[in-house]
């Protein structure tokens, strides 16, 4: 066998090593970025269901008190769009593959809103109320915002559970 012969033969089998490595390599990656994508995934539910909403919550409360001070329509303004953002998000939610948790804690939060949502939107009629209205009508806005708050926190550790971050506390 001449040499000529046996370095092809080496060059073959070193090209077909590196071939397979390369195709090894490729797959990792690929395994690597679903890995990724499915962490981004569970990292924008559990923010969504507990970071972003709750903020939106207090974040709605505290302008519909200022606008109930001032009457100033910018903080209705500011409720109306803290409001559709929540809306939004919890009709997101609602749109994934939910546990049978997630869903239990979901079922609630969104009866609730939905309620809550007609008394924000209706919130510019109370511009024109005199003070005690305007103050029972708040009163009960109030108290929806803090069960709903309530209703997030317990969606978001269902949410939690799921992914075995019981630890974690909000």
Request: net charge positive; proline share 2%.
């Given at each position: 066998?001449?040499?000529?012969?046996?370095?092809?033969?080496?060059?073959?089998?070193?090209?077909?090593?590196?071939?397979?490595?390369?195709?090894?390599?490729?797959?990792?990656?690929?395994?690597?970025?679903?890995s990724g994508?499915?962490?981004?995934?569970?990292?924008?539910?559990?923010?969504?269901?507990?970071?972003?909403?709750?903020?939106?919550?207090?974040?709605?409360?505290?302008?519909?008190?200022?606008?109930?001070?001032?009457?100033?329509?910018?903080?209705?303004?500011?409720?109306?769009?803290?409001?559709?953002?929540?809306?939004?998000?919890?009709?997101?939610?609602?749109?994934?593959?939910?546990?049978?948790?997630?869903?239990?804690?979901?079922?609630?939060?969104?009866?609730?809103?939905?309620?809550?949502?007609?008394?924000?939107?209706?919130?510019?009629?109370?511009?024109?109320?005199?003070?005690?209205?305007?103050?029972?009508?708040?009163?009960?806005?109030?108290?929806?915002?803090?069960?709903?708050r309530v209703?997030?926190?317990?969606?978001?550790?269902?949410?939690?559970?799921?992914?075995?971050?019981?630890?974690?506390?909000?």
């Open positions: 066998m001449k040499v000529a012969t046996r370095l092809r033969g080496a060059f073959a089998i070193y090209i077909a090593l590196l071939a397979v490595v390369a195709l090894y390599h490729v797959r990792t990656i690929q395994r690597a970025v679903a994508r499915a962490l981004s995934e569970i990292s924008a539910r559990l923010r969504a269901a507990s970071t972003l909403q709750i903020d939106r919550i207090a974040q709605m409360n505290s302008d519909a008190e200022k606008f109930l001070v001032t009457r100033d329509p910018g903080y209705l303004r500011k409720v109306l769009e803290s409001s559709n953002a929540f809306d939004q998000s919890l009709a997101t939610f609602d749109g994934l593959p939910l546990t049978r948790a997630e869903r239990d804690a979901l079922t609630p939060l969104a009866a609730d809103w939905k309620g809550a949502l007609a008394k924000l939107r209706g919130l510019a009629s109370v511009a024109t109320a005199p003070a005690a209205s305007a103050e029972a009508t708040f009163g009960g806005l109030q108290q929806d915002l803090s069960r709903i209703e997030t926190e317990r969606l978001a550790e269902a949410s939690q559970a799921r992914y075995g971050f019981r630890h974690f506390k909000l």
